[in-house]
């Protein structure tokens, strides 16, 4: 996980900030905010979710209140699917990992 946060930590931090919608510092804070308050009710309620997630949508709230075509929506369904697919193929490559080790054990 730090290796793939080293190589491309940066590429996260700049769509956040600014592909998705551009961000102002206080737009950061109501984001950050939301997105704090939103994991904290998720805790008590036992919700497991994601912190990157729930500030992703944090972020497009932020934008849509300015406008809804501020939000960059073609950036947002990308990562939707990045999201949908990265799980599909963590859940292969685990799978085809463990049935390898699992011929040779």
């Known amino acids: 996980i730090a290796l793939g946060t080293l190589s491309g930590g940066w590429k996260i931090i700049k769509t956040m900030g600014t592909r998705i919608t ?14 704090a308050v939103t994991l904290f ?5 036992k919700i497991p979710v994601s912190t990157t997630h729930t500030i992703t949508g ?11 075509s501020a939000v960059r ?3 947002t369904i990308n990562l939707l699917w990045a999201w949908i697919l990265t799980i599909l193929v963590s859940a ?13 054990l």
């Open 92 to 104: 292969l490559a685990a799978a085809l990992i463990y049935f390898i080790f699992n011929m040779f």
């Open 22 to 35: 551009k961000v102002t510092p206080f737009e950061g804070v109501a984001a950050e905010t939301a997105g």
């Open 73 to 75: 929506w073609g950036v």
């Open 58 to 68: 944090a972020i497009i709230g932020v934008g849509a209140t300015k406008r809804l």
């Open 41 to 45: 009710l998720t805790e008590n309620l």
